[in-house]
């Protein structure tokens, strides 16, 4: 869209921001890029709060790049982006619990993660505020007749995170799901500010246990982006190397574990244990099952011996043995295809509306992965295909994260094959000029953005983290609409969102 | 699917022994645990997992004592659905504020006598998260603690002899 880019030559370029442009607009600029999201030129990446501004990020599609756009508030005022575009809801009711910065004409005056009980208002403002008493929340009405409600969380009866969902059910019905969360926020960017690059990539590791390789993956790119950092070669291919190993521990996991919501037990023990190798061979190759702290700003900490090299090519010949008759059994169970066709539909137009990343919009038609629109290396040298449906049901989903682990499989061949011979694995990050970056990363839930400034002695100034979720959560609501509640845990965790990503 | 359950049979089990009695880490998991508790849960818990804010870490590795090789139920452990099944709550997370009174909830619902695990560097004084001003910072400063098993997260392996150590 050339309106859009001759919108972006009209701000105030910032030059310390790399990788992308990021430009500081006036309100009617602000108020025209919001307008530009409502009529889906451009998908909204992320909206973050900073102290006495307000920054954008939009995804241009067409040209397959990514601008920020900013917007100073000194008077602690912005115009509201979900006024007219509402994926921007929950991250304006975000911006205003964390900065105080209000979003003018806003359509749900309501805290979202502020549950009245930090000791403190504005927590990330440059002044903050005394705690008011916390207030019940308001939940949504729902009017009609032989309505019942039904309140799940915020403490499941799985083990999983915490959350609070309200279901207003007509009968067996789901008439109404209305999802409050904030249980899980740590305020991590708030430990971020001021902290040391070594620090906060810690802290960005554990944003999301299950997307620990993807967080610091990102934060790393930023960082590097930042400083103007080039890594080592050997470095890019065994991060990328995580970054798969980890998608396949997690598609596997759930792929099961869908099943499994629909007590089909057999595909969770089996998928259980590919998961298992999975996670075993981590830990022998990298020191750790889970790959935390593996990667860090300048490159990686652990290298991958021969003899690991060996384990995972084990591992796949192990898993492509073990894993087409799962999928023939997934395929050929009508019991189970019973439940899972036809099931938490999400329509193509919401997916491609609130930009779902990830499995989620792939099988809602969104043809959209950060490794092949905005590649980052190595992934721009490997060869591999982004499947896409447009059923957008539980099966869809769970196929294209069948086609996906296929897909993984044959990406971490590649890398293997390809892994450029012992070399150093990390590039010094010293301070310098003080720098911003932003990165994308894609995440086996979907593309992890990252949004960094450091200052001269290379501590973070800012740093916003968001999670793929943000775009999910509130699609799920949607989702679910008609569905029997008996089904819920079923399309939750065929969405799978982030409790913790999305909480920060 | 038959073909998957008969060669499932063939192959014999992939479950893996319990790790050791004789083990030192596992001698200093039970030391920490009263020898009355011992005797009263006998050979049986009932557990009820508490997400009290973690990353989720914490819960895959939770998750992974289900699957066949750490095979948690042969040993008498169970996770309950509710917490008025429970002897023990296995807690995670440096206890987020907006979390801390459902976790203190969620304790008064659990019968007497019972038990608190904490799992996680989190769980143990907040970790990497102490000093926000969204955590309370440690399990201990919402419910009394009887057990804590370290790491980040606590490996399938190290859950499981804390929690043996409850027992024996």
């Avoid at chain 1, 921001?17 to 309100?27: A, E, G, M, N, S």
């Avoid at chain 1, 409502?38 to 995804?59: F, I, K, N, S, Y």
């Avoid at chain 1, 249980?183 to 500010?193: C, D, I, N, Q, R």
């Avoid at chain 2, 023990?88 to 008064?108: C, D, F, H, I, W």
Wanted: with cysteine; net charge negative; aromatic share 6%.
């Amino acid at each position: 869209m050339p309106v859009l880019a001759d919108m972006i030559a009209r701000g105030r370029r910032i030059e310390a921001h790399r990788l992308c442009p990021r430009v500081v607009v006036d309100d009617d600029l602000w108020r025209a890029f919001a307008a530009e999201l409502a009529e889906g030129h451009a998908t909204l990446l992320g909206l973050w709060g900073d102290v006495g501004a307000v920054h954008m990020g939009l995804l241009l599609e067409a040209e397959k790049a990514i601008s920020v756009v900013t917007i100073e508030c000194p008077e602690g005022y912005f115009p509201s982006v979900g006024r007219v575009h509402s994926p921007a809801i929950r991250l304006e009711r975000t911006i205003r619990d964390l900065y105080g910065l209000q979003p003018e004409g806003r359509p749900d005056p309501r805290p979202w993660l502020d549950h009245g009980r930090w000791g403190v208002r504005y927590p990330l403002a440059a002044t903050q505020e005394p705690a008011q008493p916390a207030r019940p929340y308001a939940f949504l009405a729902s009017e009609g007749e032989s309505l019942h409600q039904i309140p799940v969380g915020p403490v499941h009866a799985g083990i999983i995170e915490p959350g609070h969902f309200r279901f207003t059910a007509n009968g067996e019905a789901i008439v109404r799901l209305e999802e409050r969360l904030g249980y899980a926020h740590k305020g991590v960017e708030g430990l971020m500010t001021g902290a040391s690059i070594e620090q906060a990539a810690k802290l960005a590791g554990r944003t999301s246990g299950d997307s620990t390789v993807a967080y610091a993956f990102a934060f790393a790119r930023a960082v590097e982006a930042a400083l103007g950092v080039d890594i080592p070669p050997r470095a890019t291919w065994l991060r990328a190397l995580m970054a798969e190993l980890e998608r396949l521990a997690n598609h596997f996991g759930d792929i099961g574990a869908i099943c499994n919501d629909v007590a089909f037990a057999l595909m969770l023990a089996h998928c259980g244990v590919l998961r298992e190798r999975v996670l075993r061979t981590a830990a022998a190759c990298f020191g750790h099952r889970l790959m935390m702290d593996c990667i860090i700003p300048g490159g990686v900490c652990v290298d991958l011996s021969a003899s690991g090299a060996a384990q995972i090519r084990e591992l796949l010949s192990a898993a492509r043995r073990a894993f087409p008759p799962l999928i023939e059994l997934y395929d050929n169970t009508a019991s189970l295809q019973d439940r899972t066709v036809g099931a938490g539909t999400v329509h193509p137009q919401l997916a491609r509306q609130y930009g779902c990343g990830g499995f989620v919009g792939r099988a809602s038609g969104r043809d959209f992965d950060a490794r092949r629109d905005l590649p980052y290396p190595p992934y721009d040298l490997l060869r591999f295909e982004v499947p896409v449906r447009d059923d957008g049901d539980v099966n869809a989903r769970i196929w294209i994260r069948i086609r996906e682990v296929e897909q993984s499989l044959a990406l971490i061949e590649q890398i293997l094959d390809r892994l450029p011979a012992d070399g150093p694995l990390r590039a010094p990050v010293t301070a310098g000029l003080p720098g911003e970056g932003l990165a994308l990363v894609e995440g086996f839930r979907g593309d992890v953005l990252a949004a960094v400034r450091l200052d001269s002695e290379a501590r973070v100034e800012r740093c916003h983290l968001r999670d793929p979720s943000w775009f999910q959560w509130p699609v799920l609501e949607a989702a679910i609409e008609g569905n029997i509640v008996a089904d819920f845990p079923l399309c939750n965790k065929s969405f799978n969102c982030s409790y913790s990503g999305h909480d920060l | 699917m038959r073909r998957i359950l008969f060669k499932s049979i063939l192959q014999g089990p992939l479950t893996e022994p319990a790790p050791g009695v004789d083990d030192a880490e596992l001698a200093a998991l039970a030391a920490q645990v009263d020898h009355a508790a011992r005797a009263r849960l006998g050979r049986s818990l009932s557990i009820r997992e508490i997400d009290a804010g973690s990353c989720n870490g914490c819960e895959l590795e939770i998750n992974a004592l289900a699957n066949a090789f750490y095979d948690l139920e042969r040993f008498g452990l169970r996770f309950v659905a509710s917490p008025r099944h429970a002897d023990v709550l296995l807690v995670t997370g440096p206890v987020t504020k907006n979390m801390s009174e459902a976790l203190l909830r969620t304790y008064e619902a659990t019968p007497a006598p019972k038990w608190v695990v904490a799992a996680g560097v989190c769980a143990l004084d907040g970790g990497l998260f102490s000093g926000s001003y969204a955590c309370v910072g440690g399990v201990s400063a919402v419910v009394p603690v009887d057990l804590y098993i370290s790491g980040c997260p606590p490996t399938p392996t190290a859950l499981l002899k804390g929690l043996i150590a409850l027992m024996q």
